[in-house]
């Protein structure tokens, strides 16, 4: 796994493949998991979610998660059971327990069934986000990356030396495809809004001045995406994102 820091601060932690982590977060109180979720997503992370044993042995087959975080008391089965059941599909997947209860015996119950750590509620989302590091980190899935470095896929951009590839071929790009590429790169998989890449590229509020941001796309799929598999997506009416090709 890689690192890299994030606009906001953060060290960011990504797969081998250069992806985003993937967690899934198995809890049956929907307002708590879209909490988990949104401070995931946060850190760049990509996010499932299971309201039951069932649905998330399903999605965990589907998904193929980095870390999990369990709730012990699922509506459906307990979540021992369904730890059970996660190792079977995914041996060696770090699980997060989340339990209300606080003894002793729960811990131990839970990390001896094979948990690799254990949160009771009420907890804060700083001490979960810190632990699910934590877990990764030793699992090996996911590595630091060069701050200088930003990867997506097969395409590097490097902040320090201005330099950049796709699957080890140099692109030359002006200094304003190079800003824009950079804000893109820096939020993959993330829908970035016209608005949005006008005030961080362009440094001025949006005024009808979406052209731009278009004419700037077209310049940079045309020497990021030429023969390739695209990278660059458009979302009609939402903006535009960057993730690896397919």
Do not use: C
Not at 13 to 29: F, I, K, M
């Amino acid at each position: 796994m890689t690192t890299t820091t994030s606009p906001q601060g953060r060290t960011e932690l990504l797969r081998p493949d250069r992806t985003p982590v993937r967690v899934l977060v198995v809890d049956d109180e929907a307002s708590l998991t879209e909490l988990l979720s949104m401070a995931l997503r946060y850190e760049g992370w990509e996010v499932r979610s299971a309201g039951n044993g069932t649905a998330a042995v399903r999605t965990a087959r589907s998904f193929r998660p980095d870390v999990v975080i369990l709730d012990v008391m699922l509506p459906d089965m307990d979540g021992l059971a369904v730890l059970g059941r996660l190792r079977r599909e995914l041996s060696d997947v770090p699980v997060l327990f989340l339990t209300a209860r606080d003894s002793v015996e729960d811990r131990i119950a839970g990390l001896t069934a094979g948990g690799d750590d254990y949160v009771t509620k009420p907890f804060s989302l700083e001490e979960v986000v810190a632990r699910l590091r934590g877990l990764i980190r030793r699992s090996g899935t996911a590595a630091a990356r060069g701050e200088s470095q930003l990867v997506v896929g097969d395409l590097m951009l490097d902040e320090d030396s201005h330099e950049v590839s796709r699957g080890g071929r140099n692109i030359h790009l002006t200094a304003t495809e190079f800003e824009l590429l950079r804000f893109l790169m820096r939020n993959p998989r993330r829908v970035l809004s016209k608005a949005q890449i006008l005030d961080r590229v362009w440094n001025y509020d949006f005024g009808g001045q979406a052209n731009v941001v278009e004419l700037y796309i077209s310049y940079l799929r045309k020497k990021i995406d030429a023969g390739r598999a695209p990278m660059i997506h458009t979302r009609r009416g939402a903006g535009y994102l960057i993730k690896p090709g397919e």
